[in-house]
């Protein structure tokens, strides 16, 4: 591939005018991971805040991208933009992703009002790839009204989208061998809205009456808002109105409680404190020296214990991070 010498800097108002290409472009450079981009990414970040997030998630199978595709159909419907950010597991031999959502998602390719994102997990925890936020401030400042995430699909790691997305979507759908993979996934309790996807399957009725008993138990404070659970079918259409419709009221509760902020806020916290340790783990791996090596054989042969250990090697790192 042939590297592009244009500076990201110069991407900036081409980005802040919706121009899809070079959303596309700093995209790229933002999931390469280079330092070359932070400053462009840095003034983007200052015009987010404006697109609705909506995360979507749920246990590989129960048809995620299926129903983000006839969600952002319906969303196109009523004239809004969307962008869309799909998070696929790792090819172990190039690192890529390997489910490819541009061709699950096929029937949106062409519509100038839908730019979708296939990005690879690369080993992160938590159903969301390194970059995706960074994706999600590109899709926000270029104006897309609303921004879905649609996780890798990881089972019980899958909880870091509650954190960064304004509402999140827990998918299940029935036949998976567990009457709800929401509760083996430990993701029941942290879903604003329950979807049952297939609903045109015979025993869809049952996992959305056990998910309603489940919720009606107490495993998440009821507060002030109640979370429906919504039978869908990507298949017929059905039930993908209501769930639009539900997206849309949770953000307008979220605006008038003032929760809304609170979860701001709490993003912006978890994103800062996650970067701050991807950044100590690259660099410790940069810069494993004879130091380092001494300092280990120190702890493993029981002449300083970990948490000292621990606390010099940060002391070092620290100040060449900050360098």
């Known amino acids: 591939m042939v590297s592009d010498p244009t500076p990201s800097c110069e991407f900036v108002a081409d980005v802040l005018a919706g121009r899809t290409r070079a959303v596309a472009r700093l995209m790229t450079r933002a999931e390469a991971g280079t330092d070359e981009c932070r400053p462009a990414m840095a003034e983007i970040y200052r015009h987010t805040g404006r697109a609705h997030v909506v995360g979507i998630t749920g246990v590989p199978g129960c048809g995620k991208s299926s129903l983000v595709t006839a969600v952002t159909q319906a969303i196109r419907a009523e004239g809004r933009t969307v962008g869309v950010v799909a998070v696929d597991p790792s090819s172990p031999f190039t690192g890529g992703a390997i489910l490819g959502d541009r061709i699950r998602m096929g029937d949106l390719v062409g519509d100038p009002g839908v730019f979708i994102r296939s990005m690879a997990s690369r080993g992160a925890l938590g159903g969301l790839a390194r970059a995706t936020l960074d994706a999600v401030d590109l899709l926000d400042a270029a104006g897309f009204d609303i921004v879905l995430i649609e ?147 120190q702890v493993s042969n029981r002449k300083l214990d970990p948490h000292s250990a621990a606390r010099q090697l940060l002391g070092t790192l620290n100040s060449e991070i900050t360098s």
């Open 151 to 297: 996780t890798v699909g990881v089972g019980q790691d899958e909880v870091d989208i509650v954190r960064v997305a304004d509402t999140t979507v827990v998918v299940s759908a029935p036949g998976l061998g567990d009457d709800i993979q929401a509760i083996k996934a430990g993701v029941l309790e942290i879903a604003d809205l329950h979807v049952v996807s297939k609903a045109d399957r015979p025993d869809a009725n049952k996992t959305v009456t056990e998910l309603k008993q489940m919720l009606m138990l107490g495993l998440r404070d009821a507060a002030s808002w109640r979370v429906p659970v919504i039978a869908t079918s990507a298949e017929t259409g059905e039930g993908i109105a209501e769930l639009l419709a539900a997206i849309d009221k949770h953000r307008t509760h979220l605006s008038t409680d003032g929760n809304l902020a609170d979860r701001k806020r709490r993003s912006a916290e978890a994103r800062t404190l996650k970067i701050a340790e991807d950044l100590v783990r690259r660099h410790y791996a940069a810069r494993r020296d004879a130091a380092t090596d001494a300092l280990i054989d």
